[in-house]
C-alpha cells in the first residue's frame, strides 16, 4: 500500500497505537521498527524482577513478536529509524540487511526516554548499571546469583535476552556491596530489591529528601522505612564519579564522602529520546520532548508523537507538561491509532498521578505540591493530616499521612500525596479523579466516599484532609 502507517518504537505507545489502528482499519498497512529485540514490556516490574518476586523476565512482556504478527502487524526488530524527512514523508530505517528508505503516510514516534547517568565518572565499569531495560534487569538480577546457578534459567526470553552479558555478570562473585545513586522511583524500589537478597545496601541522593517529587511527608516517612529496613541513607551527598579498574570498586561523592561497593545502580532520572528529530523542524518543549496538539499530532502534519518522548497537557495548568509514565504512553499511543484510523480521539490530560512501594510503605501523588502550585502562578494552601486507614477497632487499622493542596482564591483543589501501610496508594485515585473534575476542597469534602470497618473510617483519609484544608480556607 502506498500510505503505510509507520510507528518508531515497539512499546506501550507504539504497539497501543499499532493495535488500535488495525483494529480500526484492518485494510491499512502498519509498519512498527524496533532497534532493539525486546517489544512491548513492563519497565515498572523491572524491580521485582531482580528482588525475584517475579520468576521470569518474559512474564514482564505484554506482547511477544508472535502476539504482534497474529494482529496482522509488521514489527521489525533490530531495525534502528536514523533519521526522518517529513518533506518526503519518509524513515531512513538501518538494519541487518542495511538501510532503506520507507514511505509513510502517517507517522508515530514513540522512542520512549533514555536513562541519564551523566555528569557522573566511571558508570561504563562493570558492576555499575541503569534499569532502563530488560537486559539491565536480566544482568543484575544474574549478578547477584551465586556462580553455580544457571543465570540464564532464572532470565527466560532467552530468544532476547543479551545471553553474553548475562553468562559475564553471572560468572562473577556476587556482590556484597550496593550504592544506589538516586533517591526516585528506580531508587526507592531497588534498595528493597538489593536488600531482599542480603546486601550492605547505601542509598545516595543529592537534595534532602528522597522521592521528591512527592513531598516532604511522603519523603520522610520513606526515609525512616528504609533505614529500619537496614538500608543506609546518604542524603544531601552527589556521587561524583565510581571508580575501579574496569569494575565499580569505590564510589566517591563531591563532598568527600566515599564508600567501597562492588554493585552500583545509577537511577538519576530519564530523558526523552528526541535526538531522531533534530532538524525536521518539529517543535520541541522545554523538557526536550515533543511539542504536541490535544490529538497528538506535531506541527507537521501527519507526523504524531506520544508517550515518554512526548508533552502532554497538565490537567491543573492547561499547560504542556512532560510526564513520563505507563498509563500515558498506553493511553496517548491508544488514542493516536484511533485518529490514524479515522476516528479523530484526544490523547487526554495528565495530572502526573503516580505511585511507589517502598518495603511496607505505600505511596501516591498527584497533581501539583505546593512549589509546583507557586511557579504555576496559584497561591497555594497546604494541610498535612494523619488519620487511620480502617475504623480504629477493626483489627489492621494504621495511621496514614495525606496532604491536600488548594488554591487560596478559587479554593480549587490542585494536588495531594499520601503514604501509609494499609491500602494507601489506591486512595490516591480519589484526589485524581477530583482533579480531572476540577473540584473545589468543599466539593470532595462532601463526596460521598464508601464506608465499612474493615475497608475505611467513617471519615476515609481524604475526606479528613479535605475537610481541614477547607476549614483553613474558610478562616
Not at 497505537?17 to 485494510?27: G, M, V
Not at 502532554?312 to 493516536?336: K, S
Request: with cysteine.
Amino acid at each position: 500500500m502506498s500510505d503505510p502507517f509507520v510507528v518508531i518504537g515497539g512499546d506501550a505507545a507504539g504497539l497501543s497505537a499499532a493495535s488500535k489502528c488495525k483494529r480500526e482499519a484492518p485494510d491499512r498497512e502498519v509498519i512498527v521498527f524496533e532497534k532493539g529485540r525486546w517489544v512491548s514490556y513492563a519497565h515498572c516490574g523491572e524491580p521485582y524482577f531482580v528482588k525475584g518476586e517475579v520468576e521470569k523476565l518474559e512474564n514482564l512482556l505484554s506482547l511477544t513478536p508472535e502476539d504482534v504478527a497474529e494482529r496482522d502487524i509488521d514489527l521489525r526488530r533490530e531495525h534502528e529509524v536514523t533519521a526522518v524527512d517529513p518533506d518526503a514523508e519518509t524513515v531512513t530505517v538501518e538494519g541487518p540487511d542495511g538501510e532503506v528508505d520507507q514511505p509513510y503516510g502517517d507517522l508515530l514516534v514513540a522512542t520512549g526516554a533514555r536513562a541519564v547517568t551523566g555528569p557522573i565518572e566511571g558508570t561504563d565499569l562493570d558492576g555499575a548499571f541503569p534499569l532502563h531495560g530488560l537486559d539491565d534487569a536480566a544482568a543484575i538480577r544474574a549478578f547477584l546469583l551465586d556462580p553455580s546457578e544457571d543465570a540464564l534459567a532464572d532470565v527466560g526470553g532467552q530468544d532476547f535476552v543479551d545471553r553474553e552479558r548475562v553468562e559475564r555478570f553471572g560468572a562473577m562473585m556476587p556482590p556484597e556491596t550496593a550504592a544506589i545513586v538516586g533517591g526516585g522511583y528506580v531508587g526507592v524500589e531497588m534498595a528493597e530489591a538489593l536488600s531482599a537478597h542480603g546486601l550492605d545496601v547505601h542509598v545516595f541522593q543529592r537534595s534532602g529528601h528522597l522521592i521528591s517529587p512527592f513531598g516532604e511527608a511522603v519523603g520522610e516517612a520513606v526515609a525512616e522505612e528504609l533505614r529500619e529496613q537496614g538500608v543506609t541513607l546518604h542524603l544531601g551527598e552527589e556521587v561524583d564519579r565510581l571508580a575501579g579498574d574496569g569494575r565499580v570498586e569505590r564510589l566517591e561523592c563531591a563532598g568527600g564522602t566515599a564508600l567501597d561497593v562492588d554493585l552500583a545502580v545509577v537511577g538519576v532520572g530519564v530523558a526523552p529520546n528526541t535526538g531522531l528529530l533534530e532538524g525536521t523542524g518539529i517543535e520541541l518543549g522545554e523538557d526536550g520532548a515533543v511539542a504536541v496538539d490535544e490529538y497528538g499530532e506535531t506541527a507537521r502534519d501527519g507526523i504524531y508523537a506520544a508517550g515518554d518522548c512526548a508533552e502532554d497537557d497538565h490537567t491543573v495548568t492547561g499547560e504542556p507538561a512532560w510526564v513520563p509514565l505507563g498509563l500515558t504512553a498506553n493511553r496517548a499511543g491508544r488514542a493516536v491509532g484511533a485518529t490514524v484510523a479515522g476516528d479523530p480521539t484526544p490523547v487526554g490530560e495528565v495530572a502526573g498521578t503516580a505511585v511507589v512501594k517502598a518495603f511496607e510503605q505505600e505511596c501516591g501523588r498527584v497533581g501539583l505540591l505546593e512549589d509546583g502550585a507557586e511557579d504555576a502562578g496559584f497561591d497555594p494552601v497546604t494541610e498535612t493530616i494523619t488519620a487511620g486507614s480502617r475504623s480504629g477497632y477493626y483489627p489492621g487499622a494504621v495511621e496514614t499521612t495525606v496532604t491536600l493542596v488548594a488554591d487560596r482564591d478559587s479554593e480549587r483543589l490542585l494536588g495531594g500525596t499520601i503514604v501509609g501501610t494499609d491500602r494507601a496508594a489506591v486512595r490516591i485515585d480519589t484526589v485524581a479523579t477530583a482533579l480531572e473534575a476540577d473540584m473545589t476542597v468543599g466539593e470532595l469534602e462532601r463526596t460521598d466516599l464508601a464506608y465499612a470497618p474493615p475497608f475505611s473510617p467513617v471519615w476515609d483519609p481524604i475526606l479528613v484532609a479535605a475537610k481541614v484544608l477547607n476549614g483553613k480556607l474558610k478562616d
